[in-house]
């Protein structure tokens, strides 16, 4: 796996990123049962990523079947978020 950042203070959305599969595989272990909190956790996760931002970074996700990045906004990463973990338990029952 490469770390796939683009700038200092930029976040890839994908597990390919070390520092961000660390982050989302933190959180998944707290998850419990399906419906148990999982939007609060997307916000968290969220918030503790905008902190690596800093005022100059961005948040950019990984086309599926190549190695492009593409910018997105806040809105998207907290859905992604949430998608991320609603696939972990779905996966993980």
Known sequence: MKNVARGKNDVVLS???????AIMWSH?????????GEET???????????T??????FY?????TADLYEVDE???LASKYREIQYFIYVDI
């Open 15 to 21: 597990m390919l990123n070390h520092s961000y599969q």
């Open 53 to 58: 931002l800093g005022k100059k970074g961005n």
């Open 28 to 36: 998944f272990q707290k998850l419990g049962k399906k419906g148990t």
């Open 41 to 51: 956790m997307a916000k968290s996760i969220l918030v503790l990523l905008k902190k």
């Open 61 to 65: 996700k990984k086309e599926q079947r």
């Open 75 to 77: 809105e998207e990463a």
